[in-house]
C-alpha cells in the first residue's frame, strides 16, 4: 500500500529561524511524483513543487529547497530565514503513475507557525 | 480562465438533509476529483473520474454520490448528511499524461461543510 507520513504535527520558530519538514513516503512502484503544497490561513491550496522518481536532484527556489533522497524514501522541504508569510498547513503527497487515475496520496501535514 | 471554481463555498446542513457541491473547471482537463480534508488527516480522496460520464470510489466513498454528465463539471452528493460529513471539500483536476504539467492537479478553494 501507498503511504505518505509526515511525522511533525506542528513546528514552531521564531522568523529567521531556519526550520525543516520532513516527509516519507512508502510505495513498491518505481514511478511516481511527489509533491508538495501549502495551505495559508485562507484555505487554498498552493502547489510548490513536483518532482518525479527518476530526478533525485534537489531543488532550490529562493528561500524554499527540497532534498530527495530515494535511498531512505523521503522528500524533505527546507525554508530559509523564516518569515511570517510561511506561517501554514504543508502537505507532501505522492502519486503513482501506474493504473494513470492520477490519485494523490496526501501526508497529514504540518501546521508551521512562525512567530516574529 | 477561472480554473476549478467551487459552489457553495459554506453551507450548513441538518443531519438527514441532501445537498450538491459543484466542480467546474474551465481548462477542458479530463481528469476530476473531490477530496476531504479533515484535521490530523491531509486530504483523502472520496471519487474521481478519469472522463466524461466516468466515475469511480476512491478512499473514502461511503455516503458520497458524483457524478460527470458533461466534462467540466463534477458533483458531489450527499443524499442523507451526517456529522462525519463535516469537512472541507476540495475538488481538483488535471490533464491528461502528456506535458509539463501533466500530473499536477489544480485546486478549487474549498467548500466549508457543517452537518448539525
Known amino acids: 500500500a501507498q503511504k505518505v507520513t509526515q511525522a511533525q504535527t506542528e513546528i514552531s520558530v521564531v522568523e529567521k529561524e531556519d526550520v525543516t519538514l520532513d516527509c516519507v513516503y512508502e510505495?513498491?512502484?518505481?514511478?511516481?511524483?511527489l509533491f508538495w503544497y501549502k495551505q495559508p490561513p485562507s484555505g487554498e491550496l498552493v502547489f510548490l513543487i513536483r518532482?518525479?522518481?527518476?530526478?533525485?536532484q534537489n531543488e532550490i527556489s529562493g528561500r524554499y529547497s527540497w532534498n530527495f533522497q530515494k535511498s531512505t524514501s523521503s522528500f524533505n522541504f527546507t525554508i530559509t530565514a523564516s518569515q511570517v508569510v510561511d506561517s501554514a498547513v504543508y502537505f507532501c503527497?505522492?502519486?503513482?503513475?501506474?493504473?494513470?487515475?492520477?490519485?494523490?496520496?496526501f501526508g497529514q501535514g504540518t501546521t508551521l507557525q512562525v512567530k516574529p | 480562465n477561472a480554473g476549478v471554481t467551487q459552489t457553495p463555498k459554506f453551507r450548513v446542513l441538518k443531519t438527514g438533509q441532501s445537498m450538491t457541491l459543484l466542480c467546474a473547471q474551465d481548462?477542458?482537463?479530463?481528469?476530476m476529483y473531490w477530496y476531504r480534508q479533515d484535521p490530523g488527516m491531509g486530504l483523502r480522496l472520496i471519487h474521481y473520474?478519469?472522463?466524461?460520464?466516468?466515475?469511480a470510489k476512491g478512499e473514502v466513498p461511503d455516503g458520497y454520490n458524483v457524478s460527470r454528465l458533461k466534462k467540466q463539471n463534477f458533483l458531489l452528493g450527499l443524499e442523507s448528511a451526517a456529522p462525519s460529513q463535516t469537512s472541507v471539500y476540495f475538488c481538483?483536476?488535471?490533464?491528461?499524461?502528456?506535458?509539463?504539467?501533466?500530473?499536477?492537479?489544480?485546486f478549487g478553494p474549498g467548500t466549508r461543510l457543517t452537518v448539525l
Open positions: 481538483a483536476s488535471r490533464a491528461g499524461l502528456a506535458g509539463v504539467r501533466s500530473h499536477e492537479q489544480f
Open positions: 510505495t513498491r512502484d518505481t514511478t511516481y511524483y
Open positions: 518532482r518525479n522518481s527518476f530526478d533525485e
Open positions: 503527497a505522492l502519486i503513482l503513475i501506474s493504473g494513470n487515475t492520477g490519485k494523490l496520496i
Open positions: 481548462m477542458n482537463h479530463e481528469y
Open positions: 473520474s478519469v472522463g466524461e460520464g466516468t466515475t
